[in-house]
């Protein structure tokens, strides 16, 4: 889709390894100011699109590369590897969240440290699943892998990313979500989809959280997100 609003980040690898993108991957910025993401997209990170809640779309990288939307590190495909189910005993650790009293702390070779510092990945006390893994067992059943992931474990390679301007929520909602937001989306989704062949539908048009969901469970972009306005 062509767009005036365009920047060129650097933070995204040249060309792909594939004739053409097979997915589309939408996510949250975690973020409602547009500065504050267009730093990020410049400098450490980057999507294909960007769209915020009035409908404006921007573009940071151009189709035929690849922009760094949804890398998977690589202890987490380490747990992906191991089975189809055991991932979900273990959270990807991050600084900013809330783990509940007693959970494990580790290290990427999970063996156990003391609190955040050092640590890669969190397991409750007595090792059993994550609770926080039932919005994507409620989507793909409890025995999936992440969506894509046999078939490749680099979506950067196969998929165009796209951010949404938001910090997202659990529940629908008009200021994180808008109806001028899922206009344009749904236009630029239908557009990306038309020319690379794409069948606008559930598992090939997905979250972050579903072809990461170690790294992004059920908040990317957020279980409030209505896929329904997105999907033919």
Not at 106 to 128: E, N, Y
């Amino acid at each position: 889709m062509k767009t005036e609003n365009r920047f060129a980040s650097t933070k995204m690898t040249t060309g792909r390894p594939v004739p053409k993108p097979t997915h589309v991957v939408c996510h949250i910025t975690g973020t409602s100011s547009f500065a504050k993401a267009k730093k990020t997209f410049l400098n450490e990170v980057s999507p294909h699109y960007l769209v915020d809640q009035n409908g404006v779309i921007y573009q940071f990288v151009e189709e035929e590369n690849q922009a760094w939307h949804a890398g998977i590190k690589t202890g987490v495909q380490a747990l992906y590897n191991a089975s189809p189910s055991h991932w979900r005993r273990y959270l990807y650790c991050f600084d900013w969240y809330a783990y509940p009293a007693g959970s494990v702390f580790l290290d990427a070779h999970l063996h156990s440290v003391d609190g955040k510092d050092g640590a890669d990945f969190v397991r409750r006390s007595d090792s059993s699943d994550w609770p926080d893994y039932d919005y994507f067992n409620a989507r793909w059943g409890s025995a999936a892998g992440p969506v894509n992931y046999e078939m490749s474990k680099r979506p950067n390679a196969y998929s165009v990313g796209i951010e949404i301007l938001s910090v997202g929520s659990k529940n629908a909602s008009e200021s994180k979500y808008s109806g001028a937001m899922y206009n344009s989306l749904r236009r630029l989704v239908a557009d990306i989809c038309d020319r690379n062949s794409i069948p606008m539908k559930k598992g090939t048009v997905v979250g972050h959280e579903d072809v990461n969901p170690m790294q992004r469970w059920g908040w990317d972009p957020n279980q409030g997100f209505n896929w329904n306005k997105v999907w033919e």
